[in-house]
């Protein structure tokens, strides 16, 4: 007989659960365990079963073929992804990795890690001491300016990180809403579809300068097009799949590293000590010359802390799935056409596998131990593992290190810092004070 799926309290007709999820998303997310390990979630029309396990996630997200990319969410990503790596449906994803897997390749590493510090130092040379640093849009800079080719100007590197802001949250409100309100001519649909033409005649600048111009720039977005524009003869990706590939990634690569060093930067300005250790770490590691991907591998302390950030504020929070067949999953039965969520924030709050789960304890990553399958999934799972999971962290991490080297964040007077409503889990709001620390 088949188990039940309860329902997620606080569903009110017609409407659903939209009320606690526009008020409080993440605690709505966090309550649910306590009623299953598949749970029923309805937005009007919008209806999931959200997986709470972690062995449920596990396997979830090793059978890309039964769970595969789609549903609600992904539906309004691919209006302005497109068919990407990131969107893509399983028939298009193995050859479409194939081909982006190369820019990610070891030997590229190292040049990236020097456009990386090249970047980061142009952004904290406008630091003052006892200034007020807007953190958020700082470390957006950085790695907007990491994904794209020298060629484009400051300001429109900020014009594309305001066009993303509002295109991942748009998605976030649209993956809420019947389809119908798209075509109601309000503010928020006119900036939402304005930034998306911005941001997809930005991406057909790029990739026609680079190939009028060649060579390698060292930034991911060169490594990416020559990936997908193979020249050894083999098939590569069409130009439509190739601008779907470059839009993916500047959204992807861009705003999750941002929003992980923000939200980092935020917890270490709270825990000084945490600060002096990372200080002190990154005075031993990074001396003054050339940074390498070897030296990134010996800051222990920051990558736990990048780890441990990770784990409190996964980039995205909750991803659908649609299940092509009939299936069993957790003693229920689930027909062809269901929609499956899955959530890195709930499985990696659960307190059987991270003890105090709200605490930031970068320690806990110290004893070398990986958490259980499914119980961490910041980077995914699966064949459908984040593709640039350690071109992340090692950018991520050089960011926390060089910052702190040079810095001191403290929280201003009376700020609070939360979530704000986007498809990113992104903090709102991230102001923090700098010092100089003496050479």
């Not at 924030?345 to 605490?359: G, I, L, T």
């Not at 930031?360 to 070398?368: E, K």
């Not at 498809?423 to 004070?433: E, I, N």
Request: with cysteine.
């Amino acid at each position: 007989m088949t188990a039940v799926v309860a329902n997620a309290p606080g569903g009110l007709p017609l409407i659903g659960h939209l009320v606690p999820l526009v008020r409080d998303r993440l605690e709505f997310l966090r309550r649910l365990p306590a009623h299953g390990d598949l749970v029923r979630v309805r937005v009007g029309p919008w209806k999931a079963l959200v997986v709470t396990s972690p062995e449920l996630s596990h396997e979830v997200l090793r059978d890309d073929r039964t769970y595969d990319k789609g549903g609600y969410l992904f539906d309004r990503i691919r209006e302005t992804g497109g068919n990407g790596l990131v969107s893509c449906a399983h028939r298009d994803h193995r050859r479409q990795r194939r081909l982006v897997q190369p820019s990610f390749h070891r030997d590229r590493l190292p040049g990236y890690v020097g456009v990386m510090s090249a970047r980061l130092d142009e952004v904290l040379e406008r630091w003052r001491d006892g200034g007020t640093v807007d953190v958020l849009a700082d470390m957006q800079s950085v790695t907007a300016r990491t994904m794209v080719p020298g060629g484009l100007s400051s300001s429109a590197v900020e014009e594309v990180v305001d066009d993303m802001n509002v295109v991942l949250a748009g998605v976030a409100w649209r993956s809420l809403l019947p389809k119908s309100l798209d075509r109601v001519p309000t503010p928020a649909n006119r900036r939402y579809r304005r930034a998306q033409e911005r941001l997809r005649r930005v991406v057909t600048t790029v990739i026609a300068d680079h190939r009028a111009g060649g060579g390698d720039h060292a930034d991911l977005l060169t490594g990416l097009l020559a990936s997908c524009d193979p020249g050894d003869g083999t098939p590569g990706l069409s130009d439509d799949e190739v601008h779907d590939q470059v839009l993916t990634f500047l959204l992807a690569g861009t705003e999750t590293t941002a929003n992980v060093v923000g939200w980092a930067l935020h917890l270490v300005s709270r825990h000084p000590g945490v600060e002096r250790r990372l200080r002190a770490e990154a005075a031993e590691v990074l001396t003054g010359g050339d940074v390498t991907p070897d030296d990134l591998a010996r800051l222990t302390l920051a990558r736990h802390v990048v780890l441990e950030t990770l784990r409190l504020y996964p980039p995205v929070f909750l991803l659908t799935r649609l299940v092509t067949k009939d299936v069993e999953l957790g003693g229920h039965r689930l027909p062809a056409g269901s929609t499956v969520a899955y959530s890195p924030y709930v499985v990696q709050h659960r307190a059987e596998h991270f003890p105090n789960p709200e605490s930031f304890v970068p320690d806990r990553w110290s004893d070398g131990e990986d958490p259980p399958r499914g119980a961490f999934l910041a980077f995914g799972g699966g064949a459908r593992r984040c593709v640039g999971d350690t071109f992340g962290l090692l950018e991520a991490t050089l960011m926390l290190s060089t910052i702190t080297q040079r810095w001191s964040m403290r929280p201003l007077p009376r700020s609070r810092t939360r979530p704000a409503t986007s498809l990113v889990l992104r903090p709102r709001a991230l102001h923090l004070r700098s010092r100089a620390v003496p050479s």
